[in-house]
């Protein structure tokens, strides 16, 4: 069964800084898909940015991006200047055929950033 | 585009009582909606799968007598809580996934219902 970790319960960080959040994830399918979703305090959940596994470019997203590992089966999301809406719990989820494309959630990293 | 509406979005209600949340795909058919729960400070839990026409798929662990889900419409998707109880209390999502549009059925949440039970 896949599972998906996220070590950083909560992080904290000055505004304008760079932050990277972790995220480490099980699976024996070499077809699948990562994601990262922000949950900010009025608790919709907003999909950030999306990696497709068979792609070895790192994917972007204006002020975000993810440094791929598919090795080490780790996927880290970078926050660079950082704003004050970026204050958000932060949830890695992982995609793959073999779990009919169902969500698997990691528990989340509260993020906040300091004015 | 890509909007999911719920509604309501917070509810409070009686013990023994039985609520509905409606979860609205506003500009997109959904082939799947999936119902989560969250508690505070948690990740999303899935409680059930459902497909338009169909009965929907629970995980494990979650009652469905008590909640009943519904896929009426390609738009619409229901989840009655029945007989709530006090444990019942929690944060409800919904989510969808637009028809054939992606290999990986990407989801598309609602706002979220909160439910407290008295």
């Known amino acids: 069964a896949q599972t998906v970790t996220q070590s950083q319960p909560e992080m904290s960080v000055q505004e304008a800084e760079t932050v990277t959040l972790s995220c480490t994830y099980d699976t024996s399918e070499n077809n699948y898909y990562l994601f990262w979703y922000k949950q900010p305090p009025s608790r919709q959940m907003i999909l950030v940015i999306r990696q497709e596994a068979y792609k070895q470019q790192n994917a972007t997203e204006n002020r975000f991006s993810v440094n791929f590992q598919k090795a080490a089966k780790s996927f880290s999301l970078k926050i660079s200047d950082s704003q004050l809406g970026d204050t958000a719990m932060y949830f890695c989820?992982?995609?793959?055929?073999?779990?009919?494309?169902?969500?698997?959630w990691g528990a989340g990293t509260k993020l906040i950033i300091k004015p | 585009g890509a909007v999911v509406s719920q509604h309501p979005s917070r509810v409070i209600c009686k013990s023994g009582t039985s609520v509905k949340i409606e979860c609205r795909s506003l500009d997109f058919q959904a082939t799947t909606m999936f119902w989560y729960r969250q508690f505070p400070k948690k990740s999303l839990m899935l409680m059930a799968t459902s497909n338009e026409g169909s009965k929907a798929t629970y995980e494990q662990g979650v009652e469905k007598d008590k909640f009943l889900i519904n896929h009426a419409s390609l738009t619409l998707s229901t989840l009655t809580v029945t007989s709530a109880h006090p444990e019942d209390s929690s944060f409800y999502i919904c989510?969808?996934?637009?028809?054939?549009?992606?290999?990986?059925?990407?989801?598309?949440f609602g706002p979220g219902t909160r439910l407290t039970v008295l």
């Open positions: 989820a992982f995609s793959s055929m073999d779990s009919n494309y169902q969500l698997i």
């Open positions: 989510s969808a996934s637009p028809l054939g549009q992606s290999s990986y059925n990407e989801q598309f």
